[in-house]
């Protein structure tokens, strides 16, 4: 609102100094020194400094939209997470403890995740398919604001390194396998590579996904991956 106001006042000196000068410029023989003549000169003249102004608030404006939408869009996912899957997740451990306990593999123990028996029932079921399709929503957010992330100098090794640790549940692949039509290519392909490198994982220790982590992101499948974003 500031720049609308002040370009307002500077085509107003503009005209101003045109409309000064012309006024002031005596006896003009014909046209080409007759004050419209210089009124348009001198117009055109400032016309110029007044478009470079425009120009330059113009591509201002275009960076603090996109820093905006840099932050909102990684708060966002950020939201998400905590929204969509850890609030699920509190309901989730009470009718299915084993497979919530599989894809939270750094929280519990084996001995822990042996000792837990899931519900059975429909209830059970449902429970254990919203809380798997909040992960997957979680892989198809995180392509789709891929580009705000990157450029928002965000670490994109935090979210592979969680995405590794829910894809380290064979439970939560079987439901992946039926359910993976649901989500765009792109999003399937990363869920593809998460269970890949995530699988073959046997060690509950951080530093296990982190090395899968690290090889994941330079695999060329998910470079040629994110190249498309």
Not at 20 to 36: G, N, R
Not at 66 to 84: G, T, V
Not at 99 to 123: H, K, M, N, R, W
Not at 136 to 151: E, G, Q
């Amino acid at each position: 609102m500031a720049n609308v106001n002040l370009a307002g006042w500077l085509i107003i000196l503009v005209i101003g100094i045109a409309v000064a000068v012309s006024t002031l410029t005596h006896k003009p023989q014909q046209y080409d020194s007759s004050k419209v003549k210089i009124f348009i000169s001198v117009l055109t003249g400032l016309g110029i400094f007044i478009t470079f102004f425009f120009y330059y608030n113009v591509v201002e404006l275009q960076a603090q939209q996109q820093n905006f939408m840099i932050i909102e869009s990684i708060e966002k996912l950020n939201q998400n997470i905590d929204d969509n899957y850890y609030d699920t997740m509190r309901d989730s451990v009470l009718i299915v403890p084993k497979f919530t306990a599989s894809i939270l593999p750094l929280s519990f123990t084996q001995e822990e995740y042996d000792s837990y028996i899931d519900q059975v029932g429909s209830q059970a079921i449902l429970q254990k398919t919203i809380l798997a399709h909040n992960i997957f929503i979680l892989w198809r957010d995180y392509i789709s604001y891929y580009y705000y992330i990157v450029k928002g100098r965000k670490d994109i090794s935090s979210y592979i390194t969680m995405f590794l640790q829910r894809a380290n549940s064979q439970e939560l692949f079987s439901i992946w396998k039926t359910s993976d039509s649901d989500f765009d290519s792109v999003t399937r392909k990363l869920g593809e590579l998460l269970f890949k490198y995530s699988l073959p994982i046997q060690d509950r220790d951080i530093n296990s996904y982190i090395k899968a982590k690290d090889e994941l992101i330079k695999d060329p499948e998910y470079i040629k991956l994110i190249s498309k974003i």
